[in-house]
């Protein structure tokens, strides 16, 4: 089975801290994604990664930015955290296929993160 | 700009009851539609349609993709309580690499 684990599962952070979101997937997936989840808006990608060291913007990367220096692990890091990112954080990650049977992306748990 | 609108936003009935939740969709370069349900945690995978008229079903649960209407339907028949959860419809089309676009969800609440 596949596994995304995420670092934590709930997160409290104050206003102005850096963040860091962590994602690990076992399937040795091309493709990382971060999105976050809010009442009424549903998931927003915020990034994703389809190789290491490559990364796209979604569509909400404003105060985020990202990191995947290894296959397997890619990052969502909050610069200076703000009272609006509060939010929960979902990573996914799905093979890198073209061939249209490929893009079921497998979720994390996700992270609830509360910035006060 | 692509979108994925799914209706209704939510819905509540009674144990036993048939459900139909709705997915319409505008992108560009349609590849794949996608249904998940969350309950508690991280969305997990139901189906995925890439072909006009195929019904996927598994126990349950089916879904069928109209490509020239722009729409799925994701139906649930005899429904349990433990089918209460939010249902996820999401569209690959062309966005980069394998990227998705999601609609809000429709929260369904089954009581018994």
């Known amino acids: 089975d596949v596994k995304v684990t995420q670092s934590s599962r709930y997160l409290v952070k104050r206003t102005g801290e850096k963040v860091f979101l962590e994602c690990v997937q076992d399937?040795?997936?091309?493709?990382m994604f971060w999105y976050r989840q809010d009442p009424g808006l549903g998931l927003r990608l915020i990034y994703f990664?389809?190789?290491?060291?490559?990364?796209e913007k979604g569509d909400i990367p404003e105060g985020y930015s990202v990191s995947r220096e290894k296959k397997e692990r890619f990052s969502l890091i909050l610069e200076s955290a703000s009272t609006n990112q509060t939010s929960m954080y979902l990573c996914?990650?799905?093979?890198?296929?073209?061939?249209?049977?490929?893009?079921?992306?497998?979720f994390g748990p996700g992270t609830r993160l509360t910035v006060t | 700009e692509d979108k994925v609108v799914q209706s209704p936003l939510s819905l509540v009935v009674h144990e036993g009851d048939t459900v139909t939740l709705n997915c319409s969709y505008e992108?560009?370069?349609?590849?794949?539609l996608l249904w998940y349900k969350q309950e508690k945690k991280a969305p997990t995978f139901l189906f995925m349609l890439?072909?006009?008229?195929i019904e996927k079903k598994s126990g349950r649960l089916s879904s069928i993709l109209d490509k020239k209407e722009l729409f799925s339907i994701l139906n649930i028949t005899a429904t349990q309580t433990g089918d209460s959860a939010i249902y996820l419809c999401?569209?690959?089309?062309?966005?980069?690499?394998?990227?998705?676009?999601f609609g809000k969800g429709t929260t369904l609440s089954v009581s018994s």
């Open positions: 996914a990650s799905s093979f890198g296929l073209w061939d249209g049977s490929s893009y079921e992306q497998y």
């Open positions: 399937m040795d997936h091309e493709n």
């Open positions: 990664s389809y190789d290491v060291k490559m990364k």
């Open positions: 992108v560009t370069n349609f590849r794949s």
């Open positions: 890439t072909s006009s008229g």
């Open positions: 999401a569209v690959a089309g062309n966005q980069a690499g394998t990227a998705l676009i």
